[in-house]
């Protein structure tokens, strides 16, 4: 029987694979460490890098620059193979939707030069004519479009089948590691009970049920700082443990490696920016900034900062605006910023009054749901996602909101739009 293995350490980081083929008696090892891949005989093979690699080949090494479409896939892989400043085409592939490959060419067919890291960018599991492509969760088969095990984080999407691709729907969604899809409700419900920190440095405390690690004991209930749980579980067992495998244990949020815990933007920033599909550029920290990059982004047409809740979408963001302590008038000012999941309730006349949202409330508090009703005091952050915004926007104003889609088809082409979903 022929089989592959894999070897990871206690957080999940491969190490090692071994395709081992019995019938003709021979193992083939690839080792892993970091950004350094390594062959057989643990000899470097490459150097992966955000735009390519590095090859290591006969004593020198080579750059190789991979060209990728908007979902990280890789589509073209070419290097100066001669040294004569003009780049050669080493691979180019093509893909399906859902990631099977075709009418791929190795314009230099030569062992080591080819890529396995394909689809989303991921690498490719070609023993044994497996074809999986490994995601760091689990294992996904392209000729199948589904993944070969169950979510690790299904409970957060009960509606869909835990073995779905991004919700059936690649070009809109990239499912980055083997977990939840990447967008913005999904990153947000990814960190659903994660305890809150003010201001992402000093945090005010982690409460809940503490576990050891090491025994899976439960330490205590009371209110640790990161310093005190990090000793109280030490003193009491006598082990030591790092505070990183606490926080993994315990599902806490270690921005930085040093504080612990999430605060509303922190929140906002790590859900918005994991949406693929946005036109705006990443948010930064802190409510009012991100509420100030929303105006902006109105300016430059790629999102729009408004208080129409008739029009609040899933994955806009709610900013709760400051009050001023002397005249108790509304300022300009965001102090709160929330995530809109989508649920609303509306009156008899059609218009919503109460909606949903996820966000981290406030000292002691994990991230949670909450529901708001409709007031002056918010105001609602929504960034254009090819095509979507555009489409509804002429739902409503060129059509009276029955336009269909071969109806949207035609109107965009007859009017010549299609540049704006580039």
């Known amino acids: ?108 067919s030569v062992d080591g030069k080819t890529t396995q890291y394909l689809y989303n960018g991921k690498e490719l599991q070609e023993d044994f004519n497996l074809d999986w492509y490994f995601y760091g969760a689990r294992f996904y088969d392209a000729a199948r479009c589904q993944w070969t095990t169950i979510d690790p984080l299904a409970e957060y999407n009960i509606s869909k089948t835990p073995y779905n691709y991004s919700f059936n729907n690649p070009i809109r969604f990239v499912d980055t590691d083997g977990n939840l899809p990447e967008d913005v409700t999904n990153k947000a419900k990814s960190l659903l009970g994660t305890w809150y920190e003010w201001g992402g440095k000093n945090p005010y405390y982690i409460g809940g049920r503490m576990v050891s690690p090491m025994t899976g004991y439960l330490v205590g209930q009371m209110a640790y700082s990161s310093y005190q749980l990090e000793r109280s579980i030490n003193n009491k067992y006598g082990y030591f443990i790092s505070k990183t495998d606490i926080y993994s244990m315990n599902n806490l949020y270690v921005p930085d490696g040093k504080s612990v815990g999430i605060d509303c933007s922190g929140l906002s920033r790590l859900a918005f920016n994991a949406d693929p599909d946005k036109e705006m550029a990443d948010l930064p920290d802190g409510a009012d900034n991100q509420m100030k990059r929303f105006e902006a982004a109105e300016a430059e047409g790629t999102g729009l900062l408004h208080s129409d809740f008739n029009q609040l979408r899933e994955g806009d963001l709610v900013f709760t605006l400051e009050t001023d302590k002397k005249t108790g008038k509304l300022t300009n000012i965001a102090e709160h910023v929330m995530i809109a999941t989508g649920r609303i309730d509306k009156d008899k006349d059609g218009n919503i009054t109460a909606y949903e949202v996820i966000h981290s409330p406030g000292k002691g508090k994990p991230v949670q749901y909450s529901w708001k009703k409709v007031d002056d005091k918010y105001r609602i952050g929504h960034t254009n996602r090819h095509g979507d915004l555009i489409r509804d926007s002429y739902e409503t104003k060129e059509n009276g909101g029955g336009m269909s889609w071969s109806q949207f088809y035609n109107w965009v082409s007859s009017n010549n739009l299609w540049d704006k979903f580039k």
């Open 1 to 108: 029987m022929n089989y592959i293995k894999y070897t990871y350490t206690a957080s999940g980081t491969k190490l090692k694979k071994s395709a081992e083929n019995n019938l003709m008696g021979t193992t083939d090892n690839t080792y892993y460490f970091s950004n350094f891949e390594y062959g057989n005989d643990k000899t470097l093979m490459y150097i992966h890098t955000g735009e390519g690699r590095i090859r290591y080949t006969a004593g020198t090494y080579v750059y190789d620059y991979y060209l990728k479409d908007h979902l990280g896939n890789t589509r073209v892989v070419f290097t100066d193979e001669d040294g004569n400043s003009t780049p050669d085409v080493v691979q180019a592939d093509n893909y399906y939707p859902f990631g099977m490959r075709f009418g791929q060419s190795n314009t230099i």
